[in-house]
């Protein structure tokens, strides 16, 4: 977790993702990594040297037709001192049930940026904090160049003008490794999603991939991080003044 919170801390700094006064809403889904963003946040809270508060929203799809427990949830960010907050939606029963969509993935994506957006907004949040980490980054730079033909991901940080909010992702220099290993350490608890599509999608296809070429050479991941940071793709530069325009393990 040392780790993790270390790598997050120089993606905060290095991207300016946190400024004194800000309220930010993490966008929980109860897998390991929107709890290891929310803890990681709740503990470099305490030594950043940057005033800023916490809110963990979940936001509950009801696959099935049937609440999520997110009891241990409750349970961990009360330990940590975190805001914490369950909306119910009817996202599964409009996208499985009423829609039967072929490819879900695209209209729940769309629905639930929406309810997080608007609810961060509620909240009196102005950034939005995502856990998505170096491997999803590399995935989807894929998934664009052969899906679309194009050279595009997201960006570490993202100013959303229509709701005046930032999307930041503070756990962009880790691997999906770095966050298993810290979640493993501190045994923190996960809600596992019950998705009908979960496990079967075009991303799950892009993680086999980048883990086979991972394996083939384990500097992978950081060639690509090297190659997002210099290929002028937009907000993947760090800031001037920061340790460099290629980020050191």
Not at 139 to 149: A, R
Not at 232 to 237: C, E, M, S, T, Y
Request: aromatic letters at 8%.
């Amino acid at each position: 977790m040392q780790r993790l919170e270390g790598l997050m801390r120089k993606a905060i700094q290095e991207y300016g993702m946190i400024a004194p006064g800000d309220r930010v809403c993490v966008g929980v889904s109860g897998g390991k990594d929107s709890v290891a963003l929310t803890v990681g946040l709740a503990r470099l809270r305490e030594y950043l040297g940057i005033p800023f508060e916490v809110v963990a929203v979940s936001l509950d799809p009801q696959f099935g037709g049937t609440p999520a427990d997110y009891t241990p949830l409750e349970q961990l960010f009360a330990e940590y001192n975190v805001e914490y907050h369950i909306r119910r939606s009817e996202i599964g029963h409009v996208v499985f049930d009423l829609r039967q969509e072929k490819n879900p993935c695209a209209l729940c994506a769309k629905m639930r940026r929406g309810l997080l957006h608007n609810t961060a907004k509620e909240l009196g949040c102005n950034r939005v904090a995502l856990g998505h980490h170096l491997d999803d980054a590399v995935e989807t730079f894929y998934m664009n160049l052969w899906g679309e033909g194009r050279l595009g991901c997201f960006s570490p940080v993202t100013w959303l003008s229509r709701k005046e909010l930032y999307l930041i992702r503070p756990m962009i220099l880790a691997t999906e490794a770095e966050v298993r290993r810290a979640v493993r350490e501190l045994d923190l608890p996960v809600v596992k999603s019950a998705c009908p599509a979960d496990g079967a999608t075009r991303r799950q296809e892009m993680k086999d991939y980048v883990a086979a070429m991972a394996k083939k050479d384990p500097a992978f991941r950081q060639k690509m991080l090297g190659a997002l940071q210099d290929a002028g793709l937009d907000g993947w530069a760090p800031l001037p003044g920061t340790e460099g325009r290629r980020t050191r393990r």
